[in-house]
């Protein structure tokens, strides 16, 4: 009759881990743009508009679905590269693309706090600096 009863308890067990670990698979964030994961904290990018935020998995598919939806009056934040759960406001932020970043869809870019550190960073990887503006302009063109 205990093996019963203790058989029963670690069933019981198990169902709540099971529907304690679906719980939390279910409150990963998708990227708006592609519907990637979020699991790269070093490139995650949002933006917020009449207090709804919305979240990409990459810089470039956050300026990709602006340009896209034209979205112009918008809060824009980028993630830190050197501090990832640090947002900048990406319209003060300095942008580097170098092949030395593995950024989630590929345009090797990441954010920096201004433009002394990416360009320190850009000589240690060798890359190009750009503004906000500057970096709709040159993922327009790709």
Known sequence: MK???SIGFLLILSILFIQNVQANLQKIASCKNCNMDLFDNRFD???ILNQKE???CS???LVKYVQKEKIEQA???VSNYEQPNKFLDAQKASFLISKK???PMGAHLAAFSNAETAKKMAGKRTGN???WSE???VLLTK
Do not use: A, N, P, R
Request: hydrophobic share 40%; charged share 15%.
């Open 3 to 5: 093996k019963i009863g």
């Open 45 to 47: 990018s949002k933006f």
């Open 75 to 77: 809060q824009f934040f």
């Open 59 to 61: 810089i470039e598919c």
């Open 135 to 137: 970096l709709h302009d």
């Open 101 to 103: 970043i593995t950024s």
């Open 129 to 131: 600096v750009y503004s």
């Open 54 to 56: 919305t979240v990409f």
